[in-house]
């Protein structure tokens, strides 16, 4: 057990020196993208663990972007899928039926931009009643929308209706699986470090306090929620590309309560506890599909026993050094340093 | 001009009037006491001024701007900050952040620098980060900037909230109930401490206080609330010898 500890306190360290290195990102994101065309390209990969791969980014993008709201800003909304049926039909539609079957490839990323801004602006319109006043509307409205999005699109007969849609190209690759989802943590991770970020944070701990210290809560609580409901989006429509097929039924509260088991499981307010739930998750339901119906037992106990032994996730209110500005670290250093110049030139 | 005039402010809960026919005109650098016993209204008055309640009669107005009908971020900005009878901190954040968030309202990028990490973004947070560790040094909390606000045990709490009110850089200090909590020997040190930050911030202060030995050591006015009313104004020395006040608050330990 000892023996595992060091090893593991040795690989940790190593890798902090690895991810403290200033071109790490840079280079993170040349490899990544090189690998997983060279993968997609060539086939090195089985494609079966090429497809779950897919899955994992698409639940690490809705997963980030859920934590914003319910980790990091400490409100309660479980309408994340019906922000993906948004994205998922709007950039279907798209490639179906707007853009010339010859040069899909082309237009794809057009189309998964377009399916997060419809998703975006639809967060804009359930934010603007949600946060009109202080107090917890955000859950029930956020089911009730989910509830409307399902039925009207059972309701769209040019859309499928029920039956849904199909005819989409398989145009969800790794690539760009990796592209949507590093830009998604990156957007993200940024915001939080922020101004903003601060904002959404004291919003959560303390939203009377923070709108005394000059934090316009509502603002804040309007951009982060739009935020978030374009990062659905995006998922939305990689997640019908990949598929290839979508109906309403796959956007119900059952997918947002997938969602929520990842945050909560990862961790809260926690880029690297979003991508360690959503990892775990996804592979997890990978694992256990041998099981059938008994997966649906064994999920909501997993989820209990969390809440139980580590209630805020694995992760926690933690982040990973990676993830962390070493900014703050070296602005303070500078300051302590050139405080004690001061004082020893001053007697 | 006085600094903050408040007129015939008036507000009701339900029926119950909290805050009636209230009137004060603070002027530029005083230090005023709001005394009163459980339950007269004092932390209410706080609350209308900050625009945490909007208030249902009254005007009150800074450097003559009416702040009714503003958010408390608006009214923040123009210059009043305030800490809460019960500690408001941001338990899990750092120190730092504590203060850092105080600095929202007068941040010079956009969220778009922000997001790409350019422009001004780097020396708008460097600048930010060394103004709250200054801040904070003042305080002596700059060795637990990078300690959660909840781990500080409660006089550094209390201490810390007092910072963070400071780094929105107010015109005016409201201080609710800062010595909640204490004993005597920590009371005296607080009444230089206040008349300190007075000076050293040149902030005028309105200071909520149960304990009289507070307000009457340095307070140059006070102001007595019973049952929402102002039952009288004056000096310390006048307040002390007003029957009406000693009335109010018979029953209650007069410690004076
Ligand atoms: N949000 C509210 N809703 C309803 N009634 C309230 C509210 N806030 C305060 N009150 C009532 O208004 C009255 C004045 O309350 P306030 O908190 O201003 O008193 P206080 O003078 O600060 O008392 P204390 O010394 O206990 O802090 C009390 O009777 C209180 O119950
Ligand atoms: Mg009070």
């Known amino acids: 057990m000892a023996k595992i500890k060091s090893i593991y306190e040795n690989?940790?360290?190593?890798?902090?020196?690895?991810?403290?290195?200033?071109?790490?990102?840079?280079?993170?994101m040349i490899t990544g993208i090189a690998f997983c065309m060279a993968a997609s390209t060539y086939e090195f990969i089985d494609l079966y663990v090429q497809l779950i791969l897919i899955y994992v980014g698409i639940n690490i993008i809705l997963t980030v972007s859920l934590n914003l709201i319910n980790g990091y800003m400490g409100e309660f909304s479980v309408g994340h899928a019906g922000f993906m049926a948004v994205g998922a039909y709007v950039a279907s539609l798209l490639t179906v039926h707007v853009f010339p079957p010859g040069a899909q490839n082309l237009f794809f990323p057009l189309a998964i931009l377009a399916g997060g801004l419809a998703a975006a602006l639809i967060g804009f319109l359930v934010a603007i009643p949600s946060f009109k006043t202080r107090g917890d509307y955000l859950a029930i409205v956020t089911l009730a929308f989910c509830m409307i999005v399902k039925s009207v699109l059972e309701n769209i007969d040019a859309i499928g209706g029920p039956r849904g849609l199909l005819g989409m190209e398989k145009l969800t690759t790794l690539p760009w699986v990796f592209f949507w989802t590093a830009l998604s943590v990156w957007v993200i991770r940024n915001l939080v470090y922020s101004n903003f970020g601060r904002g959404v944070l004291s919003i959560r701990e303390d939203e009377i306090a923070s709108d005394l210290m000059s934090v316009n809560t509502r603002q804040v609580k309007i951009i982060a929620f739009v935020v978030s409901s374009f990062f659905a989006g995006i998922a939305g429509g990689l997640f019908a590309h990949a598929l290839q097929f979508i109906n309403p039924r796959m956007f119900d509260i059952i997918k947002s309560t997938d969602i929520l088991i990842m945050v909560y499981l990862g961790g809260i307010a926690s880029i690297a506890g979003s991508i360690i739930g959503a990892v775990i998750y996804t592979i997890l339901l990978e694992i256990l599909r041998p099981l059938g119906v008994w997966r649906m037992v064994f999920m909501p106990l997993m989820l209990v026993l969390l809440m139980i032994y580590r209630p805020r996730g694995i992760m926690g209110l933690k982040e990973a050094r990676m993830f962390t500005p070493l900014r703050d670290l070296v602005t303070e250093k500078l300051w302590r340093q050139k405080k004690k110049e001061a004082g020893d030139a001053s007697p | 001009m006085p600094l903050l005039k408040i007129e015939k402010v008036t507000h009701r809960f339900a029926g119950l009037c909290a805050v009636s026919d209230f009137n004060l005109a603070v002027e530029p650098h005083e230090l005023i006491g709001v005394i009163g016993p459980n339950g007269a209204g004092k932390?209410?008055?706080?609350?209308?001024?900050?625009?945490?309640?909007?208030?249902?009669?009254?005007?009150?107005?800074?450097?003559?701007?009416?702040?009714?009908?503003?958010?408390?971020?608006?009214?923040?900005?123009?210059?009043?900050?305030?800490?809460?009878?019960?500690?408001?901190?941001?338990?899990?954040?750092?120190?730092?952040?504590?203060?850092?968030?105080?600095?929202?309202?007068?941040?010079?990028?956009?969220?778009?620098e922000a997001l790409l990490q350019i422009g001004r973004f780097r020396a708008e947070e460097k600048r930010i980060t060394h103004q709250a560790l200054d801040l904070l040094a003042i305080f002596k909390l700059d060795e637990m900037a990078g300690e959660k606000a909840k781990n500080l045990p409660y006089g550094l709490q209390r201490r810390l909230e007092i910072a963070r009110a400071l780094a929105t850089e107010p015109k005016l200090l409201l201080l609710d109930e800062p010595a909640a909590g204490m004993n005597p020997n920590e009371i005296i040190q607080l009444m230089d401490f206040i008349r300190w930050i007075r000076k050293t911030f040149s902030v005028t202060i309105i200071l909520i206080e149960h304990q009289m030995r507070l307000v009457m050591g340095i307070c140059e006015r006070l102001v007595v609330l019973d049952f929402g009313a102002t039952i009288a104004t004056g000096l310390p020395v006048e307040i002390q010898n007003n029957p009406k006040v000693l009335e109010a608050y018979l029953g209650e330990e007069v410690a004076v």
């Open chain 2, 43 to 112: 932390t209410t008055v706080f609350n209308l001024i900050t625009g945490v309640y909007r208030a249902s009669e009254g005007s009150i107005k800074l450097e003559g701007q009416e702040l009714v009908g503003k958010t408390p971020h608006q009214i923040t900005k123009l210059g009043i900050a305030r800490t809460f009878q019960n500690i408001r901190l941001f338990k899990e954040l750092s120190v730092l952040d504590n203060v850092r968030t105080a600095h929202y309202g007068r941040i010079h990028y956009t969220p778009a």
């Open chain 1, 11 to 28: 690989v940790m360290s190593r890798w902090q020196a690895l991810t403290d290195f200033k071109f790490f990102w840079p280079l993170f």
